[in-house]
């Protein structure tokens, strides 16, 4: 079992910047692709940011060329930075680990949640 523990979020003002960490209780280095996601209130989760084991990164339209997201094998962890962030970038960001076995099955974990809330 995949345990993955959150941290970074808070309150910050717009244009303002936040890093957000997830440390995973095992090693991520070569089995586990590592993703945020982000849900508001009333909305459905979606996909913020993803980077493979390969370090090959995707990002949604909405973030794309404002967040980064890295990995740090020997530390199991992996960020989220975030610059320049807007109201609508409010959301509670879940951290996700996925590994994929030999018989192409998806396996999901994921953190608790970290709430960040951008507002003036």
């Known amino acids: 079992q995949v345990q993955l523990v959150e941290s970074g979020g808070g309150l910050v003002q717009p244009g303002g910047s936040l890093r957000l960490s997830c440390a995973a209780s095992?090693?991520?280095?070569?089995?586990?692709?590592m993703g945020w996601y982000r849900q508001a209130p009333g909305k459905q989760r979606e996909l913020v940011a993803s980077?493979?084991?390969?370090?090959?990164?995707n990002y949604a339209d909405s973030v794309k060329g404002r967040f980064t997201i890295s990995r740090d094998n020997a530390k199991n962890t992996v960020y989220l930075q975030m610059n320049s962030l807007k109201p609508e970038d409010t959301a509670v960001y879940y951290c996700?680990?996925?590994?994929?076995?030999?018989?192409?099955?998806?396996?999901?974990?994921w953190g608790q949640g970290t709430q960040v809330t951008v507002s003036s």
């Open positions: 095992v090693s991520i280095h070569i089995r586990y692709a």
């Open positions: 996700n680990a996925r590994r994929t076995s030999v018989t192409m099955r998806e396996y999901d974990y």
């Open positions: 980077i493979t084991s390969g370090e090959t990164t």
